[in-house]
């Protein structure tokens, strides 16, 4: 199955920064998603990357407030703008991927970043 | 739309013992998959085991097993023996293919706490 490595792990950063969260992965794939999981909730899909196109956000998410680039095949990253404490959250990469079931059909799943957890303060 | 719903916000085991984390789903399509995640305190979502609607046999994988009752539209997880790592946040989630490109739905999740 495919290797996510997500950077950084973990920031503390000032309101009204930006950060930009990196996802490379071990090998092409077509589609990258980015997810939002706040304090004690569960996730919630920001985007859809694909290489070539602009991403694809869900509703409620903006670009100018989660720009995202996917230059390549392996690589994504996601930038939260200006930020306040409200977006103080474990941000997920994620990547479509064959499960490691061991069965005969091939079924796809997803595999993840370590995740990047932020603070603003 | 798609929607997961775990009603356990938390449960608690003793090592050795088995327990189940409930899920019920709610979905129009015929074809979908049912995905089981683990996330440690670290924070990394771990894969767990898959169930595809079509599947007719309920999935295992190691102490891992999916109770999928089709008809009652629900993907129990099973964790037989439990182990003291297995503490963690556990969350249900659907493969959603209605938009032309699949992503998943969560549910909140349920955590787990196993004690000695």
């Known amino acids: 199955s495919a290797v996510i490595s997500q950077k950084p792990s973990r920031d503390i950063c000032q309101r009204g920064t930006s950060l930009t969260i990196q996802c490379q992965v071990d090998s092409q794939v077509t589609m990258m998603f980015w997810y939002r999981q706040q304090p004690g909730q569960s996730l919630t899909l920001i985007a859809t990357a694909n290489q070539g196109s602009e991403a694809t956000y869900e509703s409620g998410f903006v670009i100018d407030k989660f720009p995202i680039s996917r230059p390549n095949l392996t690589f994504s990253t996601l930038t939260v703008s200006n930020m306040s404490p409200e977006d103080s959250s474990i941000y997920l990469c994620?990547?479509?991927?064959?499960?490691?079931?061991?069965?005969?059909?091939?079924?796809?799943?997803?595999?993840f970043g370590s995740g990047t957890r932020l603070t603003v303060v | 739309a798609q929607k997961i719903t775990q009603t356990q916000p938390g449960m608690f085991v003793q090592e050795k013992e088995a327990v189940t984390l409930d899920c019920t789903y709610d979905t129009s399509d015929q074809s979908y998959g049912l995905f089981w995640y683990k996330q440690p305190s670290s924070g990394e979502m771990i894969f767990l085991i898959y169930q595809g609607s079509y599947d007719e046999q309920n999935a295992t994988e190691g102490r891992y097993s999916l109770n999928f009752q089709k008809a009652r539209k629900s993907a129990n997880l099973v964790i037989s023996a439990s182990q003291l790592g297995d503490s963690a946040m556990y969350f249900c989630a659907m493969r959603d293919e209605n938009s032309g490109y699949s992503t998943l739905t969560f549910g909140k999740g349920t955590m787990l706490l196993v004690s000695p």
């Open positions: 994620s990547v479509e991927d064959l499960l490691g079931t061991g069965k005969l059909v091939a079924n796809y799943g997803y595999t």
